[in-house]
């Protein structure tokens, strides 16, 4: 349970990290061309091509779309989160696939190192969470064999049940908080620049990158409809990882499992 929990703050801290620590310095405008050809200054004029005309965020800079992407991604009721994050304590890789929203509702999966997997559902005050075999044998290295094949036994495919107020789960609580995982990400500054066009699961999207000293990070925001954040790519040699947001305002999927479950406060008097 206890590296569940840290797997959650490590994926917390780097969906926050998306939206705030890759943004640094002072806004800045964008003088140049981006790379598909159009120009991020001025308006359209009647001079102008249709192409050009209907140039995505036209005579905005990289800093005001990526302001934008934070405003409408940070008033987002709810979203799925995807991807591959490090998770600096283990050196192992988390993969996340989670749904979740500002009522601290969530659903969806996550792995470290690709060994095994975890159910999290978060609905109200419970955390029910189920684990598979590989999953809980990885997370008890260098436990004794005895005591983990108990705990395999125990847990492995069962659902099982916390108070979201308790101990062992109050971190993983507070990773299923939409407020919580984006952070303050609204105060950040920025000195993105504008990229090429592109599209994200078919979704049509601007590029924008992001420097902070070594460390660079690759935005892609949607340029049809609100400006969500669709994804966020860090080439960082540290914190290398990639993470994709869709299905935004749509509801969590976050109900309660069925069948037995196993009270894990209740085990743990």
């Known amino acids: 349970m206890r590296h569940t929990a840290l797997a959650a703050l490590c994926l917390a801290a780097a969906a926050t990290v998306s939206l705030t620590g890759c943004q640094s310095g ?4 964008d003088s140049k061309p981006d790379k598909a050809g159009s120009s991020s200054a001025g308006s359209p004029s009647p001079g102008k091509s249709e192409s050009e005309a209907k140039e995505p965020f036209a005579g905005l800079t990289g800093a005001e779309i990526a302001d934008k992407a934070v405003e409408a991604t940070t008033g987002a009721s709810s979203l799925r989160m995807k991807g591959d994050v490090p998770d600096d304590e ?4 988390i993969t996340i696939d989670m749904a979740l929203n500002r009522q601290g509702e969530c659903a969806g999966t996550m792995s470290m190192g690709g060994q095994g997997k975890a159910d ?19 997370q008890s290295k260098g436990e004794k064999k005895s005591d983990v094949d108990a705990a395999v036994a125990l847990l492995a495919g069962k659902w099982t049940k916390m108070s979201a107020k308790g101990k062992d789960a109050k971190d993983i ?15 950040a500054e920025t000195d993105a620049s504008r990229g090429k066009t592109t599209t994200v699961d078919g979704t049509p999207a601007i590029v924008l990158n992001e420097r902070d000293g070594k460390e660079r990070y690759t935005l892609y925001v949607a340029t049809e409809g609100k400006p969500y954040l669709l994804r966020v790519d860090s080439a960082s040699a540290k ?14 999927p976050a109900q309660k499992p069925s069948g037995e479950i196993l009270d894990l406060d209740a085990l743990g008097g």
């Open 26 to 29: 002072q806004d800045k405008a």
């Open 90 to 93: 283990s050196g192992s890789t």
């Open 120 to 138: 999290l559902i978060k609905v109200g005050d419970t955390v029910y969470m189920k684990y598979d075999e590989k999953f809980l044998r990885e």
């Open 173 to 187: 609580a507070s990773f299923c908080d939409l407020d919580t995982v984006l952070g303050d990400a609204d105060d």
């Open 239 to 252: 914190d290398p990882g990639s993470l994709t947001f869709s299905d935004y305002d749509k509801k969590v």
